[in-house]
């Protein structure tokens, strides 16, 4: 079974700098999807940002970007410039088959003005 | 508008009492599924459906049933809640399984047994 590990369970950084949420997986497939997820206090569940795993090329969505490193099995997020409405939690989640997506335990960011 | 619904969005009743949460779908995605949500776990998936009459059993799937027997709809029956499944449930759809590039989520449903 795939596993997900977020490591930070909580970040915070000040309004306008950067910040990095780590990610690990663990699977044995070699095709896969990779996502984060944004999730603020309305508790919808918002798509930021996701990764193909046979791209070597790192995904970008405006401020956000990630590293995907594949052998080592880490897919890190990046937010530039950070803001305000950034604040929320972030998943990042694993999807290689049938059985939906593997989700990590969520960091919570926090954005000090 | 592309949506997944859910009914209700709030829900508090008590332990035994049979319950249903609906999800629907209007994009024909053959692909839905079910996740609770728990502090300090993350999400977790209770059951999963490939297409209609097709169910399988998710990490979590005690206590739960679901059935689909129409392509939107995606209801998760719980016969005999209890308080531990007091959570925030999600339901998701996806056009196909080989074609896992998003799941599209629903508002969510906070569901309190006492």
């Known amino acids: 079974a795939q596993t997900v590990t977020q490591s930070q369970p909580e970040m915070s950084v000040q309004e306008a700098e950067t910040v990095t949420l780590s990610c690990t997986y663990d699977?044995?497939?070699?095709?896969?999807?990779l996502f984060w997820y944004k999730q603020p206090p309305s508790r919808q569940m918002i798509l930021v940002i996701r990764?193909?795993?046979?791209?070597?090329q790192n995904a970008t969505e405006n401020r956000f970007s990630v590293n995907f490193q594949k052998a080592a099995k880490s897919f890190s997020l990046k937010i530039s410039d950070s803001q305000l409405g950034d604040a929320a939690m972030y998943f990042c989640?694993?999807?290689?088959?049938?059985?939906?997506?593997?989700f990590g335990k969520g960091t919570h960011l926090i954005i000090q003005p | 508008e592309a949506q997944v619904t859910q009914n209700p969005r709030y829900l508090i009743t008590v332990t035994g009492k049979k319950l249903t949460v609906t999800c629907s779908q209007n994009?024909?995605?053959?692909?839905m599924s079910w996740y609770r949500q728990d502090p300090g776990l993350g999400l977790r998936q209770i059951y999963y459906?490939?297409?209609?009459?097709?169910?399988d059993k998710g990490d979590v799937p005690e206590g739960y049933k679901v059935s689909r027997k129409e392509k939107r709809n995606f209801p998760l029956i719980l016969e005999s809640p209890s308080p531990n499944q007091t959570s925030l449930y999600f339901c998701?759809?996806?056009?196909?399984?080989?074609?896992?590039?998003?799941?599209?989520f629903g508002p969510g449903t906070r569901l309190t047994v006492l």
């Open positions: 994009m024909n995605h053959e692909y």
């Open positions: 990764q193909e795993a046979y791209k070597q």
């Open positions: 998701a759809s996806t056009p196909r399984v080989t074609h896992f590039n998003e799941q599209f």
């Open positions: 699977t044995s497939e070699s095709d896969y999807y």
């Open positions: 989640a694993y999807g290689g088959g049938a059985d939906g997506l593997t």
């Open positions: 459906s490939m297409n209609v009459e097709v169910t």
